[in-house]
């Protein structure tokens, strides 16, 4: 099968790429490589990636549309993996514009751009944080998310619901995967798991809101590639399916996994709740148990042992 993944340099977008291009598919990867984060550390992803012969790499902009309908144009894809995007969700507050740009216009270029070129399916990465303060824990896809807490989650949703539109009006074929929480090597390093190893490592001063009381489903890489994997290879008409572990852990708990792993304490620095943190993430994992026949393998415990062994290898201490 001939493949775009967008965000291909990018943490989970690279490892999306990296299992697609070991089961022989052709993989052409797109990103902007934008400086939200180390752009060496994407530039690393996409060198990882060039090893297999089946990949090529598109440096540009979703934002750009005429170049997205040439890039259908000329490459005829069989199915996208849309995983580009401007995640973090304290950056959204300080620049909505952007989120909205990237999040909500990018992807409908993509949609409209696959829509043209008869594209047969479109995998659209989105987030738990569009539950935002639900009562309804598990979460669970039926849930109506709309009182998103901040501009990316808004951002996410709304190109979640424009998808309907695009499978309504031509037929698309569009499953959005919410994912939870997601932690592993190469991980994005403003997340927690990353800022938590680098403070045991470093002594660098990282903030534990709410005293690490938070309940997040945290879900290692490997089991949403390998959920991505599957939405790309089932056509599923248009789906919204949570991709989580399923088994929340308390924050402080995480951050201990990882000390204990170190042997040496994290520098953590306690602070209030903010705005946008809700207590509690959980994921109903029942539809995608059912319709993609999805089965997260990792334990928290093992997956950080996973996540530090990378680290430590990656940044000998
Ligand atoms: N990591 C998580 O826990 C998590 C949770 C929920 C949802 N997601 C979603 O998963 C996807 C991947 O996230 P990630 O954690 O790997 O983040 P990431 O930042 O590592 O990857 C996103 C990639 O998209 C690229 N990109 C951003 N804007 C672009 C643009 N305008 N044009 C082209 N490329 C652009 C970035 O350069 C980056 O390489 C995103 O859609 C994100 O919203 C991630």
Known sequence: MKLLVTGAAGFIGSHVAEKL??????????????????????????ARLAAYPNFSMVE???????????????????????????????????????????????????????????????????TSSVYGHTTQIPFVETDPCDRPLQPYAAAKRAAEILAYSYHYLFNQNITVVRFFSVYGPHGRPDMMAYLVAESVAKGIEIPLYDNGQMWRDWTYVDDISDGVVAAVDRPLGYEIINLGRGEPTLLADFVRYIEEMAGRKANVVPKPRLAPDFVKNHADISKARRLLAYNPQISVQEGVARFWEWYTAANPL
Not at 21 to 44: E, M, Q, S, T
Not at 88 to 98: E, F, I, Q, T
């Open 21 to 46: 291009l070991k089961r022989g598919d052709a993989v052409i990867g797109l990103d902007n490589f934008n400086d939200y984060y180390d752009p060496a550390k994407k530039r690393a992803n996409a």
């Open 60 to 126: 540009d902009d979703i934002r750009h549309r005429q170049a997205m309908f040439n890039l259908f144009e000329q490459e005829k894809f069989e199915a996208v993996a849309h995983l580009a995007a401007m995640a973090g969700v304290r950056n959204a507050m300080k620049y909505p514009d952007l989120y909205v740009e990237v999040d909500l216009n990018g992807s409908q270029h993509l949609m409209d751009a696959a829509r043209a070129h008869h594209t047969g399916n479109f995998v659209q990465a989105s």
